[in-house]
């Protein structure tokens, strides 16, 4: 999956974008709309704290970076315990798990308090009163639904979609 950003003009546009979405057959759980706080969505999809805040970034790199230090622990309990080498793929294993799993969760509550780094480059928009129209797609999709709505949409802006880039090195 593959998110695309679209900023419009109003709630009405946003409508129309949705329910050509909808037709599209995009399930409306993939569909978030982001506006200034206080301005009334009715029965469009709100974007959620999943998707205002860096928390499946800050996921990955906990749990890449907590399955590092936690594999590197069990190399230096094996190397203070003599006694301990025949098990060595057990307690590597299990701190290897152990600290991608302790990562992996303090990662999720910094990344929940921290807002999204994708939206920082809409914030002036939104605060002006635009809306952004977020669509989880497959990538095989990106261009046509992108293709889709500036046909049938000229007021919506397109503002690319999430890199391909992984989310660590």
């Known amino acids: ?6 900023l419009v003009p109003d709630i009405d546009v946003a409508r129309t ?16 709309i982001l506006a200034r706080r206080g301005t009334p969505l009715e ?11 860096d928390f499946a970034p800050a996921i990955q790199r906990g749990l890449a970076m907590g399955g590092g230090v936690g594999i590197l622990a069990g190399l230096v309990g094996l190397a203070l315990s003599p006694g301990a080498v025949v098990i060595a793929g057990g307690i590597i294993l299990a701190a290897g798990l152990g600290g991608a799993g302790a990562g992996a969760w303090i ?17 002036d928009a939104i605060e002006r009163g635009e809306l952004l ?8 999709r990106v261009d046509e639904i992108t293709e889709r709505v500036k046909l049938h ?17």
């Open 43 to 53: 029965d469009l999809p709100e974007a959620s704290a999943l998707q205002k805040s």
């Open 107 to 123: 990662g999720g509550m910094v990344g929940l308090s921290a807002g999204n780094s994708h939206l920082k480059a809409f914030e």
């Open 133 to 140: 129209i977020m669509l989880d797609v497959p990538r095989t």
């Open 1 to 6: 999956m593959k998110r695309i950003y679209f």
């Open 17 to 32: 974008i949705v329910n050509e979405a909808l037709l599209a057959r995009i399930e409306e759980r993939r569909i978030h």
């Open 153 to 169: 949409h000229p007021l919506a802006q397109p503002r690319g979609a999430d890199p391909d880039i992984p989310v660590f090195p």
